[in-house]
């Protein structure tokens, strides 16, 4: 009897395999078929074949090449030396194409953005969000309803600089900047390490709320502290690869990872719907202007059909959300400048110079006269290469003439343009100074106010909105009777997409930009960043999260 199960058993598991071989090879094998307009204008299908990539094997498919890296960006980067800039990948059953240079980025994200609008359909992203990942912005497929939260959230949180919002911005980071530091105060012990995240990460969070709710809470609010907490811990989860998202057949072995996950998520809804929402909804007035992102939300609650209550509460959890990405990128500057205090004292310099010494709280107004504190963020950003989150095809098409079949997912390897000796000089080394020259005469000398700015990145496909920065001819005297370096940021590096590009770009890069400087800049002025022990600093490659216990800081105020 027992040598019967055995055997059937057995069977059960060669069926399995041979099943599975036999789906992956066909997945691997089929042709993407596409419509081609021929130069008559008739229309005629044509099947191409997929990219080149390793031969997979039965259930893992390549995850066995993919596991060996401790970081799958490091591992699509070296298969690059074999199979090229452009192949194709089987993770578990799912049929995976990597891009690894620039024209194949674009090709991708903005010649056919269109075919590439999915988000990957992974377990993870569907517990995060109610069970339902298309009630997230950034893990949903595309759809009209996509397009209308895009818009509306783009309004609101993407302030430009000669808007009223980008003064808001301003506003509001100063006085939690100057909340935060009083907050320091009262924990900091000279001398001795302070667990300095989940404080930051307070403050970012009031910035967003305030800024997109009109309220904010106390650092010692107990509920307040979890839904912070909460929020790194899903920032972090969001961050890292799991078996369960090509092999989702493990899923009764991660029942308490992911029902973990899917408590952070429902606390967070919670704690956006008594606190903030139900107070808001008493109050809201059609007649009246928006006052922010939360009264346009509940307006087009009444406007708009295709919007429901959760909807809101949704896309509140996301751009609420948003604070842990600020969090994680000024600890991973503070972590840098810890390494290597020089580059905090540079910071200092722009900071002490431009506030003549602390007699001023720095605002966003200060942003383009501190070029190289911009420069540090941006090299965190360049250094760390936050993944691109993973597009799918949403139907055959082609890139770089490989066929893409529908339902593939699309890896965007911006690690490799970030590391590439042909874009940067020395890319393994950290050096904020890559993202500044010398100012040129022509900007120097033009004569406009602060609100008088034209956006320069227009028709071009960067991700980064820079603005061109026109100084006043008065402040520039002044910067230079204040001797501060004649230098700038960089404009359009065409190479560097820390916020993607195409139709689903980042939308919080503003508040990142804007938030980010104004907490860097202040609490450089008060304070020397460094760590009891450098060992304890670990940063991962190609990751911008950080653990939401990490490693603690020494902060002294100074003198
Ligand atoms: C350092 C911080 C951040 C980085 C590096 C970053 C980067 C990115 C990247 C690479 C994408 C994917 C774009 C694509 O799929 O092509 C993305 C999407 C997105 N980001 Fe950010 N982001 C940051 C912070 C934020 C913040 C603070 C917010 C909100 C307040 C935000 C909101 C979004 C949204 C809503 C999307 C999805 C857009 C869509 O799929 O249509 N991000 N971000």
């Known amino acids: 009897m027992l040598l019967k199960l055995f055997y059937l058993f057995i069977t059960f598991l060669l069926i399995l395999f041979v099943a599975s071989y036999i789906l992956i090879l066909f997945k691997s094998k089929r042709k993407a078929i596409v419509e081609m307009v021929l130069p008559s204008g008739a229309i005629v299908k044509r099947a191409f074949h997929q990219a080149p990539g390793p031969h997979p094997w039965p259930i893992l498919g390549n995850l066995d090449i993919i596991g060996q890296f401790d970081n799958p960006f490091k591992g699509f980067g070296t298969l690059a030396n074999c199979y090229g800039d452009i192949y194709s990948l089987t993770l578990g059953h799912t049929r995976c194409l990597v891009v690894n240079n620039l024209e194949l980025i674009r090709e991708v994200l903005n010649k056919n953005g269109k075919f590439f609008g999915g988000r990957p359909d992974f377990l993870r992203y569907h517990k995060l969000f109610g069970g339902d990942r298309n009630n997230s912005l950034a893990l949903c497929d595309w759809s009209q309803l996509q397009q209308k939260r895009r818009n509306l959230a783009r309004r609101h949180c993407s302030p430009r600089e000669s808007s009223s919002y980008f003064c808001k911005m301003s506003l509001i980071g100063c006085a939690e900047a100057d909340t935060l530091l009083e907050e320091l105060e009262k924990v900091i012990v000279p001398g001795q390490p302070v667990a300095l995240k989940p404080i930051l990460n307070a403050a ?56 973990r996950i899917a408590h952070w998520s429902t606390t967070i ?50 751009f609420i959300g948003g604070h842990s990405a600020v969090g994680n990128l000024i600890m991973l500057v503070f972590a840098y400048i810890a390494k290597d205090p020089a580059i905090g004292r540079h910071i200092q310099f722009e900071a002490d110079v431009i506030s003549n010494r602390g007699e001023r709280s720095i605002t966003l107004e200060d942003m383009e006269h501190m070029p190289y504190t911009m420069a540090t963020i941006f090299e965190v950003l360049r250094y760390s290469s936050s993944p691109i989150v993973p597009h799918v095809a949403t139907e055959d098409s082609v890139i770089s003439g490989f066929g893409v079949t529908k339902g593939t997912i699309v890896f965007i ?63 520039r005297d002044n910067q230079s009777n204040l001797n501060l370096p004649e230098f700038q940021l960089k404009k359009n590096l065409p190479h560097f ?30 304070y020397n960043v460094s760590t009891p022990d450098i060992s304890n600093i670990k940063i991962n490659p190609a990751s911008l999260a950080l653990p939401a216990n990490c490693f603690p800081l020494i902060l002294t105020a100074r003198v």
């Open 204 to 259: 970012c969070a009031n910035m967003f709320i305030q800024y997109m709710c009109s309220m904010r809470f106390e650092y010692d609010d107990e509920e307040f502290k979890k839904i912070v907490w909460f929020f790194d811990e899903i920032f972090w989860e969001i961050n890292q690869g799991h078996p369960l998202d090509f092999l989702p057949w493990l899923s009764p072995f991660y029942n308490q990872h992911t029902n």
């Open 269 to 318: 809804r919670k704690f956006i719907l008594d606190r903030v929402l139900e107070h808001r909804e008493l109050n809201i007035d059609p007649e009246e202007p928006d006052n922010d992102f939360t009264d346009a939300l509940l307006k087009s609650l009444i406007e708009n059909e295709n919007m429901c209550r959760n909807t809101i509460i949704f896309m509140l959890e996301d």
């Open 413 to 475: 390897n911006n690690y490799i343009l970030n590391m590439s000796q042909e874009s940067w000089k020395n890319p393994q080394s950290f050096w904020p100074e890559r993202f500044l020259e010398e100012k040129s005469i022509k900007n120097t000398q033009r004569t406009s106010t602060f609100n008088d700015k034209r956006k320069i990145s227009e028709g071009s496909d960067s991700g980064i909105e820079f603005e061109e920065n026109n100084y006043l001819l008065s402040t």
């Open 497 to 526: 997409l820390p916020f993607s590009i195409g139709k689903r770009t980042c939308i919080g890069q503003n508040l990142v930009r804007g938030f980010g400087f104004i907490l860097l800049s202040n609490i450089l002025l008060h």
